[in-house]
């Protein structure tokens, strides 16, 4: 397969839609993983932008500033660290595909590092929102536990929760990487199908952005049913007016985090972080435009693709799916 500027620009376009609402295209994946599917995602299209790029220090920073400034621009909501999390997965791709050329091995070891940087700062923005408090709870219901049922309290343990949990997500990026790898193979394969040489015309009829559904009510909810958890174990366990103190000073201090988050520090973050892409902006802007342009069609691509592997099972679905969404992204032609 020919490496070309026409391809990364594609793989990048994939990118920022992939950053900027994915999620909301792939509505039939109606699960708890989604966002780990679509970050699972990002992380093979950077991948395969290193693997077809001479220079891929200099390709992977272009594409991630076209991405950045798409998502800014697509999904003004998104917190602040989500834009930390597409840099770090930008960063460690350059980083080891500058040193390794693109195999099994070395795409494990990207989704393995990226996917387990994501579990741990999920767990510290847990942790600056609820503080100790969580953990404490969980260590206290677990000590109960143990009185009751012996050694199995001993998997209650916030230390065992957050080591399954780590574990976890090193093990889905083994799979990421696999998945990688096979991707490539799978392109290299399919280059020739002529399936896959369609025109954008035949999207015209039914092209446009659709609006990102505002997916902010889901971080209340898990506010919300933490909260409870909390405030349960405080109220039913301890004993005295420190109950109320307790509860009260995990209510204020968890109401308090998220409101300074989303209506100080991400709107402070916001401002700067625009004001730094736009200074960037000029160095890409051909390829911002391009992207703009591609993202209603490249929409439209991956329902396809996706309704195409809708019967497939397992990895070989997601591995079809992301696959024939490349190529169907590459051969796209804009003009009749």
């Known amino acids: 397969m020919q490496r070309n500027s026409k391809i990364i620009s594609r793989l990048t376009a994939l990118w920022a839609l992939s950053e900027a609402g994915l999620g909301g295209v792939l509505h039939a994946l109606q699960s708890p ?13 950077v991948s395969l932008i290193a693997y ?3 220079d891929k220090w200099n390709a992977i920073f272009r594409s991630l500033l076209v991405v950045l400034i798409i998502k800014l621009a697509v999904s003004p909501h998104s917190p602040p660290t989500s834009y930390l999390a597409v840099s770090f997965q930008a960063l460690m791709a350059a980083l080891i595909y500058s040193k390794l050329s693109l195999t099994k091995w070395s795409a494990m070891l990207l989704g393995v590092v990226t996917l387990v940087e994501s579990a741990i700062q999920k767990l510290l923005v847990l ?14 219901f677990s000590k109960y536990v143990i009185k009751k049922m012996g050694f199995l309290g001993n998997i209650f ?10 574990w976890l997500y090193a093990l889905l990026g083994l799979v990421v990487g696999y998945i990688i790898y096979d991707i490539v193979r799978y392109l290299e394969l399919n280059q020739g199908n002529v399936k896959y040489q369609i025109q954008a015309i035949e999207f015209d009829d039914e092209i ?13 909810v898990i506010f919300g049913i933490l909260f409870a958890l909390i405030a349960a174990y405080y109220f039913f366990v301890k004993e005295g007016d420190a109950v109320w103190k307790n509860w009260l000073y995990i209510f204020l201090r ?33 390829e911002v435009d391009e992207t703009l342009t591609l993202l209603p069609y490249l929409r439209k691509v991956t329902k396809l693709a996706w309704q195409e592997n809708k019967n497939e099972k397992g990895l070989n679905k997601l591995r079809n799916f992301m696959g024939d969404t490349i190529l169907y992204s590459i051969h796209l032609q804009l003009e009749e």
Request: charged letters at 20%.
């Open 33 to 45: 993983f989604t966002g780990l599917f679509v970050g699972g995602f990002a992380i093979v299209l």
């Open 52 to 54: 077809f790029a001479e």
């Open 127 to 140: 942790t600056l929102i609820y503080g100790t408090s969580l953990w404490e709870a969980i260590d206290s």
């Open 157 to 166: 343990s916030s230390t065992t929760i957050i080591s399954i949990y780590l």
């Open 208 to 220: 446009g952005l659709a609006k990102k559904k505002r997916g902010r009510w889901r971080q209340w």
């Open 254 to 286: 968890s109401a308090g985090i998220l409101l300074l988050w989303y209506y100080v520090i991400a709107p402070i973050f916001k401002k700067y972080f625009a004001r730094f892409l736009e200074g960037k902006k000029h160095k890409v802007q051909a």
